[in-house]
């Protein structure tokens, strides 16, 4: 809830998981998320209740499609989330870039304060376009279903990723809360992840320019499997 009765703006990740988990409710068992792609219209305020509507578009016998409006209810959406479920195909091909060689360590990182996700970041010099950071649930372990440890895992890709927009240009993150906003993001979910274990979150700045900051992610497990990739762009304050 908002402290002292004042608004609060949401947090986008919990937007996109509403949307996805809503998605989820109406696509047959046999279907995992490929791909959820969120555009956020407007702000919502956290402690009020967030409503999402449900579009189908089409269901294939490998692919169905939803499109998902969130908001408040009587008003206009603040985002329209765009799922892409599939049928996975357990004899697929199977590929993956080699995993960061090594991998830092927990006990290297400083706590960077976030709810409900915890948050370790590995501390990086002054300028830097690059950023890691350890990524769990501060409750664990989760629900043993997928579909939730998908969602919980759109949630916890939207932090962090986009301050190193603001790092690049050598900026401190104190001015993170009043110079970026979201204003689309992306997740493809490549493997299945236990979001009761540590994830690291390898991140980097794309490119800044005409007032938006883009940058990229690449989530892994604790032992080197790619989980999800991700792209975000968000305004950027002066």
Same mark, same amino acid.
């Given at each position: 809830?908002a402290?002292?009765?004042?608004?609060?703006?949401?947090? +986008?990740?919990?937007?996109?998981?509403?949307?996805?988990?809503?998605?989820?409710?109406?696509? &047959?068992?046999?279907?995992?998320?490929?791909?959820?792609?969120v555009?956020?219209l407007?702000?919502?305020?956290? +402690?009020?209740?967030t409503?999402?509507?449900?579009?189908?578009?089409s269901?294939?016998?490998?692919?169905?499609?939803?499109?998902?409006? #969130?908001g408040?209810?009587?008003?206009?959406?603040?985002?329209?989330?765009?799922?892409t479920?599939?049928?996975?195909?357990p004899a697929?091909?199977?590929?993956?870039? +080699?995993?960061?060689?090594?991998?830092?360590?927990?006990?290297?990182?400083?706590? #960077?304060?976030t709810?409900?996700?915890? @948050?370790?970041? @590995?501390?990086?010099p002054?300028?830097? &376009?690059?950023?890691?950071?350890?990524i769990?649930?501060?409750?664990?372990?989760l629900?043993?279903?997928?579909?939730? /440890?998908?969602?919980?895992?759109?949630?916890a890709?939207d932090?962090?990723?986009?301050?190193t927009?603001?790092?690049?240009?050598?900026r401190?993150?104190?001015?993170?809360?009043s110079?970026?906003?979201t204003?689309? /993001?992306?997740?493809?979910?490549?493997?299945?992840?236990?979001?009761?274990?540590?994830?690291?979150?390898d991140?980097?700045?794309?490119?800044?320019?005409?007032?938006?900051?883009?940058?990229?992610?690449?989530?892994?497990?604790?032992?080197?499997?790619?989980?999800?990739?991700?792209?975000?762009?968000g305004?950027?304050g002066?």
């Amino acid at each position: 809830m908002a402290p002292s009765g004042a608004a609060t703006r949401g947090f +986008g990740g919990h937007v996109a998981a509403i949307g996805l988990a809503a998605a989820y409710a109406t696509v &047959a068992a046999d279907k995992r998320v490929h791909h959820a792609h969120v555009e956020f219209l407007r702000p919502t305020t956290a +402690g009020r209740i967030t409503r999402a509507t449900v579009h189908d578009t089409s269901d294939g016998r490998t692919l169905a499609r939803r499109v998902v409006e #969130v908001g408040h209810p009587g008003e206009k959406p603040a985002a329209v989330a765009f799922a892409t479920f599939l049928r996975r195909d357990p004899a697929g091909l199977d590929y993956q870039p +080699g995993p960061i060689t090594p991998p830092p360590t927990i006990d290297d990182t400083e706590v #960077v304060h976030t709810s409900p996700v915890m @948050v370790r970041a @590995v501390p990086q010099p002054n300028g830097s &376009a690059l950023q890691k950071v350890w990524i769990r649930p501060r409750v664990v372990p989760l629900a043993d279903d997928p579909r939730l /440890h998908d969602c919980a895992l759109l949630f916890a890709s939207d932090l962090t990723v986009l301050w190193t927009t603001l790092t690049v240009h050598g900026r401190d993150l104190d001015e993170r809360h009043s110079a970026l906003a979201t204003t689309s /993001h992306s997740v493809w979910f490549h493997r299945d992840v236990d979001l009761g274990s540590w994830l690291l979150y390898d991140q980097e700045a794309v490119s800044t320019t005409h007032g938006l900051g883009q940058a990229s992610g690449r989530m892994w497990t604790a032992s080197g499997d790619l989980a999800a990739t991700v792209m975000q762009v968000g305004t950027l304050g002066r």
